[in-house]
T-cell receptor
Framework: DAGVTQSPTHLIKTRGQQVTLRCSPISGHKSVSWYQQVLGQGPQFIFQYYEKEERGRGNFPDRFSARQFPNYSSELNVNALLLGDSALYLC????????????FGPGTRLLVL | QKEVEQNSGPLSVPEGAIASLNCTYSDRGSQSFFWYRQYSGKSPELIMFIYSNGDKEDGRFTAQLNKASQYVSLLIRDSQPSDSATYLCAVKGTGGSYIPTFGRGTSLIVHP
């Protein structure tokens, strides 16, 4: 079975631009979470979606938004990019919205110039 | 604010030794505990999870949980150079909290 997939793998943008990152969960998983990881830090929670509803939101500005589609795939959008948004963006899927183990995708490395 | 603390390291051990990685957490109501391995430039990979006090073994890995002390550890026996990576501790609470909190990770170096 395929694991969590993310696209694109790498992305270079300039300040002020907008970016959309995509994630497909493991087959049968209905929950998708997004994390931001900067160098030397652990993943920081951005959003969690379960059955297309937002289940949680981390301490990120409104420039960050996400949604989940009927097939449980998800998109993370970031508007008005800042240099500080440069990071590895991770998507994780789990089989339930609560209590279940999360499995990570390969990540999207975003560089903002 | 729920916190998960890990020594950033690096922890350096010789090949064949036991590596001991530690993690403390602030939320006394935490119920689920996870260890992930992350190679440089890659995404985290689940190694083990533990829910109950005591030890849980899986191959060369043993997770140890002490809820009274709010402490979880990962032991790696017969360490290999391929174990060199950053090890992330993640803790999930109760009360409808679906989101794990991650520590910053401990860098492990296993030298031949």
């Amino acid at each position: 079975d395929a694991g969590v997939t993310q696209s694109p793998t790498h992305l270079i943008k300039t300040r002020g631009q907008q970016v959309t990152l995509r994630c497909s969960p493991i087959s049968g998983h209905k929950s998708v979470s997004w994390y931001q990881q900067v160098l030397g830090q652990g993943p920081q929670f951005i959003f969690q979606y379960y059955e297309k509803e937002e289940r949680g939101r981390g301490n990120f500005p409104d420039r960050f938004s996400a949604r989940q589609f009927p097939n449980y795939s998800s998109e993370l959008n970031v508007n008005a990019l800042l240099l500080g948004d440069s990071a590895l963006y991770l998507c994780a899927s789990s089989s339930e919205g609560q209590g279940e183990t999360q499995y990570f995708g390969p990540g999207t490395r975003l560089l903002v110039l | 604010q729920k916190e998960v603390e890990q020594n950033s390291g690096p922890l350096s051990v010789p090949e064949g030794a036991i590596a001991s990685l530690n993690c403390t957490y602030s939320d006394r109501g935490s119920q689920s505990f996870f260890w992930y391995r992350q190679y440089s430039g890659k995404s985290p990979e689940l190694i083990m999870f533990i829910y109950s006090n005591g030890d849980k073994e899986d191959g060369r890995f043993t997770a140890q949980l002490n809820k009274a002390s709010q402490y979880v550890s990962l032991l790696i026996r017969d360490s290999q150079p391929s174990d060199s990576a950053t090890y992330l501790c993640a803790v999930k609470g109760t009360g409808g909290s679906y989101i794990p909190t991650f520590g910053r990770g401990t860098s492990l170096i296993v030298h031949p």
